[in-house]
């Protein structure tokens, strides 16, 4: 799911409507009026435990292909990996 939904609440909502697994990547329109990492915060702890998965600078695995986001951008990334882990990368700086 491409981002700029609404503001995290909102949009973590709305999302766990899917009966399917959701790949999220913010937009910049879930860090309006909060800090980059307190949106993230947000956004994790409210999609914990659901079909949720939120994609900012890290890479879930499904099936051999891999989807990446970077830091509140939006991309994917397919590798050739047959692991079903969820890696970070490191941020890097600006």
């Not at 994917?76 to 890696?87: C, K, L, N, Q």
Request: hydrophobic share 35%; aromatic share 8%; glycine share 10%.
């Amino acid at each position: 799911m491409a981002g700029d939904i609404s503001r995290p609440r909102e949009a973590v909502a709305w999302a766990r409507n899917f009966d399917k697994l959701v790949l999220y990547v913010p937009g910049n329109h879930e860090f309006y009026g909060s800090s980059i990492d307190g949106a993230l915060e947000e956004l994790q702890h409210l999609s914990t435990g659901t079909q949720i998965q939120v994609l900012d600078n890290r890479e879930i695995v499904l099936g051999g292909c891999g989807f990446w986001a970077p830091p509140c951008g939006l991309t994917s990334s397919f590798s050739t990996t047959r692991s079903s882990a969820v890696r970070r990368r490191p941020r890097r700086s600006a």
